[in-house]
């Protein structure tokens, strides 16, 4: 089953041209993420190019894409905030859906209720944080 990702408002443009949305990973353990990514998550793979030094996976999330690269550094299971500040948040149409999914997948995914919003944290095998969230108008883009 496949993670339900919400769609980005994509008629709106920012200066400068901007189109689509990107996040680049550099990971140490690039096969595991990316199992952990197609399989476990189930985003769709837009696609891969392996290389004799470097490879690349790259996933469909929303209008946008999770770009996976070698050459990173891992530190599971959880990297500090010092290690990496940065938390991939993916909004989702139904929180309960997406949890039942992943956890099918053989995920340990729990919701955390809160009065901003539910979610749910998991972490890769790099130890890179990511937060499903059932999604809120809140983040879409007014015209």
């Known amino acids: 089953m496949a993670l339900i990702v919400v769609e980005l408002q994509m008629g709106h ?38 290389h004799e030094t ?6 469909g999330i929303g209008s946008g894409y999770l770009m996976v690269e070698t050459g990173g550094i891992g530190a599971p299971p959880e990297k500090s905030f010092a290690q990496s500040p940065v938390k991939i948040r993916l909004n989702v149409d139904d929180l309960e859906k997406s949890v039942a999914e992943i956890r099918e997948n053989g995920l340990d995914a729990e919701i955390q209720r809160h009065d901003w919003g539910n979610v749910s944290e998991i ?21």
């Open 123 to 143: 972490n890769d095998p790099d130890g890179n944080r990511i937060a499903l969230r059932q999604h809120s108008s809140v983040y879409t883009l007014k015209s």
């Open 13 to 50: 443009r920012n200066k400068g041209n901007h189109v689509q949305n990107g996040i680049v990973l550099k990971t140490e353990n690039y096969a595991a993420c990316c199992t952990f990514y197609g399989e476990k998550l189930g985003l769709p793979v837009i696609f891969v190019e392996d």
């Open 54 to 59: 470097w490879n690349i996976t790259c996933f």
